[in-house]
């Protein structure tokens, strides 16, 4: 569509053109199934396993700590569920935030019908979380804690405790902690998570959809949730998406290597959009916070009153 601008690029981005060249050699030559002996099971095998080791290399981690899924929702659902009723003899509690991505809010929420406690932590008019209360709201019967590393809707980056063992109550108890990686968030490849689960999608970063990563870290209590086959070190069973596993680990490898000039770039369109907008539209108010350290490079929301009176 001529003169049309997309600009919904939290919901889903381009395939990058690297990133298909990629995977065409997966879908035209090691099309075999990887958990197979023969040939042609060996070639497929040997991409899946080299797309699961730059993508442990690029997040810091061992390979055997990340599991290939089917997208960021899958990642979210076997992370909560896998942890919760794996540490459940440990703990019965969840603590999560309000405003967290539905794959998590309706992940709760099934736990709750199953008996577990859940607790929602509000935020403030910027969307920020209040780490004094993260810290209260863990007790004795926490089993997991899950919060957004940053919200994809309004930007907000989430401010937590700075240490993640602020969150252990003692040491014969395990805290896991998942945060949701959102792309446009820098990381040190010397540096590993500083959590026990972290879950990635493809398509959130030119990548393809239907495939995403979670990333468990090594002791990480979890229950299978996908059952029927041994893939994945038996966590989540399933023919692999050899082609899907490429692409992401490529997506994921061209941003970390891109990340400062895409940066700059959409920085630049963010701040223009975020002046413009409340001057030009009347009862345009901002969403998420003002100050641009704030927010994620890539954010600009808005919504829409009768008013021009901001939220932060």
Same mark, same amino acid.
């Given at each position: 569509m001529?003169?049309?601008?997309?600009l919904d690029h939290?919901?889903?981005?381009?395939?990058d053109?690297?990133?298909?060249?990629?995977?065409?050699p997966c $879908?035209?030559?090691?099309?075999? @199934?990887p958990s197979?002996?023969?040939g042609e099971?060996?070639?497929a095998?040997?991409?899946?396993s080299?797309a699961?080791r730059?993508?442990?290399?690029?997040?810091?981690?061992a390979?055997?700590? !990340?599991?290939f899924?089917?997208?960021?929702?899958?990642s979210d659902?076997?992370?909560?569920?896998g942890i919760?009723? *794996?540490a459940r003899?440990?703990?019965n509690?969840?603590v999560?935030v309000a405003?967290?991505?539905h794959?998590?809010?309706?992940?709760?929420?099934? $736990?709750e019908?199953?008996?577990?406690t859940?607790t929602?932590l509000?935020?403030?008019r910027?969307g920020?979380?209040? /780490?004094?209360?993260l810290?209260a709201?863990?007790?004795?019967d926490?089993?997991?804690v899950?919060v957004? $590393?940053a919200?994809?809707?309004t930007?907000?980056?989430k401010q937590?405790?700075?240490?993640r063992?602020?969150?252990?109550q003692?040491?014969?108890k395990?805290?896991?902690?998942?945060?949701?990686?959102?792309?446009r968030i *820098?990381?040190?490849?010397?540096d590993?998570?500083?959590?026990?689960?972290?879950?990635?999608?493809a398509?959130?970063?030119y990548?393809?959809?239907?495939?995403g990563? $979670?990333y468990?870290r090594?002791?990480?209590?979890?229950?299978?949730?996908i059952?029927?086959?041994?893939?994945?070190?038996?966590?989540?069973a /399933?023919?692999? @998406?050899?082609a899907?596993s490429?692409?992401l680990a490529?997506a994921l490898?061209?941003?970390?290597?891109?990340l400062?000039?895409r940066v700059?770039?959409v920085?630049a369109?963010?701040?223009?959009?975020?002046?413009? !907008?409340?001057?030009?539209?009347?009862?345009s108010?901002?969403t998420?916070p003002l100050?641009?350290?704030r927010?994620?490079a890539? @954010?600009a929301?808005?919504?829409f009153e009768?008013?021009?009176r901001?939220?932060c």
């Open positions: 001529d003169g049309r601008i997309y939290a919901a889903t981005t381009p395939l053109p690297r990133v298909l060249e990629a995977m065409l $879908l035209r030559d090691a099309w075999g @199934n197979s002996v023969y099971a060996r070639e095998r040997g991409r899946f080299a699961r730059l993508v442990a290399e690029l997040l810091g981690a390979p055997a700590e !990340i599991i899924t089917s997208g960021g929702s899958e659902n076997l992370a909560i569920r919760a009723h *794996a003899h440990l703990g509690q969840v999560t405003t967290e991505h794959a998590v809010l309706h992940a709760t929420a099934g $736990l019908q199953e008996g577990f859940v929602r509000p935020v403030d910027c920020f979380v209040d /780490g004094a209360m810290e709201a863990v007790g004795p926490t089993a997991l899950s957004m $590393l919200n994809n809707e930007g907000t980056v937590f405790p700075r240490s063992g602020s969150l252990r003692g040491t014969h395990r805290w896991s902690t998942l945060m949701q990686f959102r792309r *820098a990381r040190n490849r010397r590993p998570p500083r959590v026990d689960a972290l879950s990635l999608a398509h959130k970063f990548g393809p959809k239907g495939v990563v $979670l468990l090594t002791g990480t209590p979890l229950e299978a949730q059952v029927g086959g041994s893939q994945e070190k038996e966590r989540r /399933g023919t692999e @998406n050899v899907g490429v692409g490529t490898r061209l941003a970390m290597e891109e400062p000039a700059r770039h920085q369109i963010r701040d223009r959009i975020l002046d413009e !907008i409340p001057r030009r539209i009347a009862g108010v901002i998420g100050e641009p350290e927010r994620l890539n @954010n929301s808005f919504c009768a008013s021009t901001r939220c």
